[in-house]
């Protein structure tokens, strides 16, 4: 509303704050008598709470009020979501209840009473601010009963020009339930928003939330607040009850005037203050002869009692640490409680209400809403959509229409969502993660560009880009840093925590974990927080400091993933329990076959005849090893689809299998990721890659002699290249930023089937030239492999449930429903695949992800 210079008064000598209209409000006159207003109600008042109005004056058209200048911090900068020390809410309280004494004694109601109009300046003396849209109370009166028996008048306020009654003012967090309901006020309405303030200055947050104007008004008009205390432990009783009765609906039961809240507070901080003061006395000699004996004790006495007085101390000491209280064991609440995974979560801007994304039943993602207090969640009408980041302004960026794009990757287009409601606006187009900016103005986002996984902060400004993938990006507090989970290998979520400055200035800040996901900054700024593991699945809570130092911060059954960490220390988690499971379907069974070994199968390849099925386990359950370097390494299995047991191999990733199925190709551990050959029966392993190039995924060609794989080199996208079995120098058939996984030789071994940089399909040669595209693929659809007479391919869509698999004809584009599937129980499956299918269809292997997670909001952890 006011436009605010800091200027210097050349008469007097002193610095004055000059307040003036914006040139826009000056020809409103509603505003214009708000100003106006503002500067008789203040100018009225001659109190040290109160800023002091010194003139009021007109230049050019131009109103201005000369106003006291003070240096110091809003109590909205103070309180800053989180719990003020008892001492602090005392005095600051007991000085803005005698200003609003002095103000209603005046007949003046202030009406917007809130931490942004109280000033405390660097003295620690609280000042009311901002009477723009307080009331002149007439001389009408009514009786009411203070709480000494005694009966005080209260001005009632009645307003010709600007409002009437029905018409709220103020702001709405604050409101009383009779500014709520557009009802006659009187003075007791800045009591009830003082008691709002009093409230948050012990708790750090409000009373009344909602997720809209409406259902803040409705829980000012009808919901009783949570007890001080169940936030702060530290509130003493008669603060609570003092809060309590401010806060009371009814006029009649709230406190009646300013005076006697500022005498209670001043009760309370007496006897505080009486409380916390402790005398050390020491017992006074009896009589001058005990005086003289211990004269005449001499040195060695004293020695003797300095000893004793050392013992003494020592015993106390350890006296206090054996018996100091114990700390108090974090508190997990748990927040939802339906069968499904989640996906995101993040605290709303009132610190209580938290959003975010899940799919609940094996129905598609949306974005629910919740609080501690219900164990009900409420849909806010996003359907398809992920929450990403929500703003300090109340502005959600969504994913919409998101879709995984494997196992921890979705994607969809970026969008800003009102919390409220309303209508999403889209920003960029295919966009896997962001994260708002401190201030709510920027935004970083994670995507795709030319065959790199970028990083970009703001829009448009690359920070990072690698050609593995980037996961979870947060900015930190002070809006200068991005910190992300590293991958250097697509699919993968092994990797390292790292930041990026906005000049570009990488800095890796933990070893490479097992697995690692889930980031956010503390409140400090100090550390990041994230969830990973070195040793399995089941991830811990750590923090690192930006000279990696890193530490443990909790660990428990289960795998965990931080979503969110409020300033005060609150942070959102989401445990899970995770399985990989391996279904069969082949012609002429009257059941699917459960082809599953452990507890994360994954599947890698498929015989020609249906008859071996390669795959590795990559959880807990016994499939873990150590790689030569003494990191874990997943281990390779094949089993005969008979449901027969499954035969260890030996460590890696299985890749692919041979033609004649003597041979596997698997990933070794290690930096950058190479391939080596494990025999499926007599024989010794051995390296079958030496070289820079990061190796993704890859297969045989038919005469077994050549494979094709997909890796990328330092600083480049993935391409797909073609290489001897025997040896030699790769050769590159595709251009950058070629699909890592979806992609499959032609049974002539002339083509290979896969997308491309704009994740079009497209054939490839393999001699090398210009790749040829394919018709008949609706976007996001990805091949399986070629159908036996290499004129025609198996497609599918990742993301969907159930997994519609299609044969698509090169030659007309023709599509045809091959089948559909999904597990009978679709319940946290969000994603199936991969998909194997033998050249003749009859025989088939997919493998799906479930997740069955619960949101916890965790209080205590440091």
């Not at 040139?23 to 207003?37: K, Y």
């Not at 109160?50 to 109103?63: F, M, N, R, S, Y």
């Not at 800095?507 to 969830?531: D, N, R």
């Not at 599953?596 to 090893?625: I, T």
């Amino acid at each position: 509303m006011g436009e605010v210079y800091k200027a210097e008064d050349t008469t007097l000598g002193r610095f004055v704050a000059l307040k003036s209209l914006p040139q826009e409000l000056a020809r409103d006159p509603q505003a214009l008598e708000r100003f106006r207003r503002e500067a008789r109600a203040a100018s009225a008042l001659n109190h040290p709470n109160i800023c002091t109005i010194h003139e009021i004056g007109e230049l050019d058209g131009q109103i201005f009020i000369v106003m006291e200048h003070m240096e110091g911090r809003t109590l909205k900068h103070i309180i800053e979501d989180k719990p003020l020390k008892i001492d602090q809410i005392l005095d600051i309280g007991i000085q803005i209840a005698d200003a609003l004494d002095a103000a209603h004694a005046t007949g003046i109601i202030h009406r917007d009473i809130k931490p942004a109009n109280l000033f405390v300046t660097t003295r620690n003396q609280a000042k009311v601010l901002d009477f723009g849209l307080a009331k002149l109370v007439s001389k009408s009166k009514i009786s009411a009963a203070s709480s000494d028996g005694n009966t005080a008048e209260i001005p009632v306020a009645q307003e010709e020009h600007l409002t009437g009654v029905g018409t709220t003012i103020g702001t709405i967090s604050y409101m009383s339930p009779e500014q709520a309901s557009g009802d006659e006020l009187d003075q007791r309405t800045d009591i009830f928003s003082f008691g709002i303030v009093l409230y948050q200055m012990t708790t750090g947050t409000l009373p009344f939330v909602g997720n809209s104007s409406a259902a803040i008004f409705n829980s000012i008009l009808s919901k009783a607040p949570t007890p001080p205390v169940e936030f702060n432990p530290a509130t003493p009783a008669e603060l609570q009850r003092i809060i309590e009765k401010c806060l009371e609906k009814e006029r009649d039961l709230r406190y009646q005037t300013a005076s006697e809240i500022r005498a209670d507070l001043k009760r309370l901080k007496r006897d505080y203050d009486s409380s916390k003061t402790k005398v050390a006395t020491v017992s006074p000699s009896k009589s001058a002869a005990s005086k003289a004996s211990s004269f005449k004790f001499g040195i060695v006495g004293y020695g003797i009692l300095a000893a004793v007085a050392l013992v003494s101390a020592g015993i106390g000491a350890y006296l206090e640490k054996k018996f100091q209280p114990i700390p108090e064991p974090p508190l997990y609440h748990q927040m939802t409680f339906r069968r499904g995974s989640i996906r995101s979560a993040r605290f709303a801007p009132d610190g209580q209400t938290v959003l975010y994304s899940a799919s609940w039943q094996g129905n598609p993602v949306e974005v629910f809403s919740a609080r501690p207090e219900s164990p009900e969640s409420r849909s806010i009408g996003l359907p398809r959509t992920q929450v990403m980041s929500v703003s300090a302004l109340g502005e959600m960026a969504v994913l919409l229409n998101s879709q995984p794009i494997g196992t921890w990757v979705s994607m969809g287009t970026l969008a800003r969502a009102p919390i409220g409601g309303g209508a999403p606006r889209e920003i960029v187009e295919q966009i896997q993660w962001a994260d708002w900016s401190p201030d709510g103005t920027n935004l970083a986002i994670v995507r795709d560009v030319n065959g790199r996984n970028r990083l970009e902060y703001p829009v448009g400004k690359v920070l990072y880009e690698t050609g593995g993938w980037i996961g979870h990006p947060r900015i930190s507090p002070d809006g200068e840093m991005v910190a992300f989970a590293d991958h250097p290998i697509q699919g993968d979520d092994g990797g390292t925590v790292a930041t990026v400055d906005k000049d570009g200035k990488h800095k890796v800040l933990t070893g490479a974990f097992y697995t690692v996901q889930g980031v956010s900054w503390a409140p400090s700024g100090k550390e990041v927080w994230f969830t990973a593991s070195s040793s399995g699945i089941d991830r811990s809570l750590y923090a690192v400091t930006s000279s990696s130092k890193q530490r443990l911060v909790a660990r428990m059954p289960g795998t965990l993933m931080l979503l969110d960490i409020w300033k005060d220390g609150r942070i959102l988690l989401n445990r899970a329990s995770w399985r990989r499971e391996l279904i069969g379907v082949f012609t002429g069974d009257s059941h699917e076959r459960d082809l599953s070994w452990l507890d994360y199968s994954y599947p890698a390849d498929l015989s020609h005849d249906g008859k071996f099925l390669l795959f590795d386990e990559e959880g807990m359950g016994g499939g873990l090893s150590y790689g030569h370097e003494g990191g874990l390494a997943y281990a390779v299995y094949l089993r005969n689809t008979d449901g027969s047991p499954a035969v260890l191999l030996g460590e890696g990733s299985a890749i692919a299998l041979s033609p004649d199925s003597k041979w596997v190709i698997a990933q070794a551990p290690g930096s950058p990721a190479q391939f080596h050959l494990l025999p499926t029966k007599a024989g010794d392993a051995r390296p079958l890659t030496n070289d820079s190039i990061n190796h993704n995924w890859a297969h045989w060609l038919p005469n077994g002699k050549q494979f094709v794989f997909s890796g990328n080199e330092p600083n480049k996208g993935v391409r797909l290249y073609v290489q001897d079995v025997e040896g030699g120098t790769p050769k590159p058939i595709s251009p950058e930023g070629a699909h890592a996984t979806a992609f499959f030789p032609s049974p002539d071994g002339t083509m290979v089937a896969g997308l491309g940089p704009d994740q079009l399909p497209y054939l490839f040669p393999v001699a090398g030239g210009d790749p040829k595209p394919l018709r008949g693929f609706l976007t996001g659809e990805q091949p399986i492999d070629w159908t036996a007479d290499g004129r025609a391919l198996y497609v599918y869509r990742p993301g969907e449930v159930p997994a519609k698999v299609y044969i698509v004809e090169f030659a007309s584009g023709k599509r045809t429903l091959w089948r559909q599937l999904v597990p009978s129980d679709p319940a946290g499956v969000e994603t199936i695949g991969p998909v194997l299918i033998t050249p003749d269809g009859k025989a088939c292997v997919y493998g799906y992800h479930r997740t069955l997670s619960d949101l916890y909001m965790v209080e205590g952890l440091k």
